[in-house]
Nanobody, 114 residues
Framework: QVQLVESGGGLVQPGGSLRLSCAFS????????LGWYRQAPGKEREYVAR???????HYVDSVQGRFTLSRDNAKNMMYLQMNNLKPEDTAHYYC????????WGQGTLVTVSS
């Protein structure tokens, strides 16, 4: 019913950049608000950012100005451009609806370290 595939994670140095991608199934209504979430080692999963069908975005304060959300509704894709990465950004990143469905994808690991 719902399938989410995240990709683009990797190992980067502090100050580096990564672009994450999320492919979502076509049965997710186009007018749904979509979001990114992350779970750092030993911590609970937290909300990071969201984007509406028309492109209106919201970010938590810790990533404001560094992360940029975008979506391509025709391709069922959502992206997260991450700039000036910090060690505290290290986490598994997940995409989902906002508010999220109970089903989660595999996530993609972002590691920020020297």
């Amino acid at each position: 019913q719902v399938q989410l595939v995240e990709s683009g994670g990797g190992l980067v140095q502090p100050g580096g950049s990564l672009r994450l991608s999320c492919a979502f199934s076509g049965n997710i209504f186009k007018f749904n608000v979509l979001g990114w979430y992350r779970q750092a080692p030993g911590k609970e999963r937290e909300y990071v950012a969201r984007i509406s069908y028309s492109g209106i975005t919201h970010y938590v304060d810790s990533v404001q100005g560094r992360f940029t959300l975008s979506r391509d509704n025709a391709k069922n894709m959502m992206y997260l451009q991450m700039n000036n990465l910090k060690p505290e950004d290290t986490a598994h990143y997940y995409c989902n609806r906002n508010p999220p469905f109970d089903t989660w994808g595999q996530g993609t690991l972002v590691t920020v370290s020297s």
